[in-house]
């Protein structure tokens, strides 16, 4: 857990990036054991971390008051992405149910959608919710690819879209049309802008492999800006933004921080490849990681925009 981990550090690539991190900083491996673990969502109220070990078909918790990993939910319906709402509830996208739930605070789990027009979604991946209180999830196909993190099945959807939830309605619309695989996503700090990760790349060769940029309108609509970034290293997958706009994505070597501009400004290497990240901490300025098997973190001098 302490001291220096080989294969971790940060490289600056823009010195932009040197006000982001203490030199002293290191990575710390909080847990090891997952099998590919996702999903980290924060709980500030009880300093606690909620990630998922997707093929184990668990939800883990580390306690940040004690450094302890424990199981919080097993059976978890092979749970990927996590995030909280505004009003601190935990938002999960399942692969195994092909649905998005919310865990009320008493324990209950509501399920917010999981068929559009009478059709099962493919399996719900990564979630975000707006400060309106709309949840934006993507739902590409993976956990009915095969059974290793779901259950093999077939895509009643056509397609893999990403998708707007109105709890305050019931109602999920379909915000896309065009991705391969829309897998992370996460609004700019002023929610002007929807950053969308595709990992199409996995299954279609010269698929796309970047993080696109979409403007956001007052009703919920999209319109497309293009490719904010194309990944380097491996695929990116889940990433935060933090105050500043800069997004913190993962990769195949660790995660990458871009500048707002869309330049690869530093890295943060991991020996692990990197699924997702989450900010928490008191001042959101914790970097948490899930790499494939373990749980990592690292204090930076950036802050997250949002809790979750």
Known sequence: MFGQIDGTGFEVLDPRFESCFVGHARVERLWTGGRWLE???????????VFSDI???????????????SVFRAPSNNSNGNTVDDQ???????????RVTRT???????????????????????????????????????GILHDYEGDYGEAEMGGCHVYRHDPATGST???????VKPNGLAFSP??????????GATHLPGGPRHIRKL????????SDLGVFAECTSGLFDGFRVDRKGRIWTSAGDGVHAYD??????????????????????????????TASTSLYAVYLTANGSRLG
């Open 260 to 289: 707002p501009d869309g330049t690869l400004i530093g890295k943060i290497h991991i020996p692990e490849s990197v699924s997702n990240v989450t900010f928490g901490g008191e001042k959101l300025n914790r970097l948490f990681i």
């Open 39 to 49: 999903g980290p969502a924060w709980f500030a109220a009880g300093r606690y971390l």
């Open 173 to 179: 619309d379909q915000v896309t049309s065009d991705f």
């Open 190 to 199: 002023d929610e002007t802008l929807l950053y969308v990760a595709d990992t």
């Open 215 to 222: 403007a956001v309108s007052t009703d919920g609509r999209l």
């Open 104 to 142: 009320d605070f008493n324990g209950r789990i509501t399920v917010l959608a999981d068929r559009i027009a009478g059709k099962r979604l493919n399996s719900p991946n990564d979630v975000t919710v707006k400060s309106d209180g709309t949840i934006w999830f993507t739902d590409p196909s993976y």
């Open 55 to 69: 093929p184990n078909n668990r939800m883990m918790r580390y306690d940040d008051t004690s450094g302890h990993t």
């Open 88 to 98: 601190g509830r935990l938002i999960t996208c399942e692969h195994l149910t092909r």
